[in-house]
């Protein structure tokens, strides 16, 4: 009986208060749409990162002829120089590098050839122009640094390069895009606090008769709270609900049907990463809602 009763304040309520719920519904849905597109973007950096930093290398050049380097001082790296740097690397880094491959200059030379067989930009390099080098697969892409510590500055060494750097602004741009998306989703979880303050004080203002005679007969303050905050909760998860659905249709047909088609040597996220965030998406909603309401009904002397 005591539920039948909630269940019929709770559909008046939300019958009475039409237009305000529906405001909830809609800044509840952009607000926790931009969360959940936070979110994916993190899922985005973190595969690509995962995929990437498998495959790129870090890159010791070795001196050639004429390079005005202080290491390089003695010119073009000796044997004796390179199985110096080789040592180095098995012994120094030998927890940080997993393989290590040398590229002669010959090597390198066939490389370019195969790669650019009309010559870059126009200019022919032969294989005088090319620099041996190491090719360091890491254990962890993280530690670049240790192995420029180690190897920069060595005799031989003519300049220790990450291929990171070339993905670097692609994380950092989407890493932004991340914290911009948060702080408008921060604007809008306020606005969905206040209206849903809002909503509950208005509900609670007119229905203050119907509440002072419950209180009357002996109802406990809980029992007379909780159809507001109900209201207040229903309005918030059908906005997460609906921002579920729009990241999900938004992953489906413009990412997975759209662009992974297009390019398709990237790693995207999928409908199964929306349906991981939903959860977070719908607890979001619950606590926003409760705590909004606990906190008007609180301060009110009407409820």
Known sequence: ????????????????????????????????????AAGLLQAQVTKLKGD????????????????????????????????????VIDTELGDVVSTTYFESTQEAFEAFTDRYPDGYQGTQLTEDDMQASFRLKLSDPE?????????SGRAGVEVVEDQRAAFEPLFVALNRASIVAVGLAGVMLLAAALLITTTIRLSAVSRRRETGIMRLVGASSVFVQLPFMLE???????????????????????????????????????????????P????????LAGVSSAVTLYRSSRV
């Open 1 to 36: 009986m005591r539920l039948q009763f909630v269940l019929t304040e709770v559909l008046h309520g939300l019958r009475r208060n039409a237009t305000m719920v529906v405001s909830v519904v809609l800044v509840t849905f952009v607000s926790l749409t931009f969360v959940g």
């Open 52 to 87: 990437w930093y498998d495959l790129v290398e870090v890159s010791v050049f070795l001196c050639p002829e004429g390079s005005t380097v202080p290491s390089c001082a003695d010119g073009e790296a000796t044997e004796d120089q390179i199985a110096a740097v080789e040592q």
């Open 143 to 151: 530690q670049y640094q240790v192995v420029d510590d180690v190897l």
């Open 232 to 278: 207040g909760a229903i309005a918030a998860l059908v906005g997460a609900v609906l921002a579920v659905v729009g990241l999900w249709l938004a992953v489906q047909y413009l990412v997975a049907d759209w662009l992974a088609r297009s390019v398709d040597w990237v790693d995207y996220v999928t409908t199964a990463d929306v349906l991981a965030i939903a």
């Open 280 to 287: 977070l998406l719908l607890v979001v909603a619950v606590a």
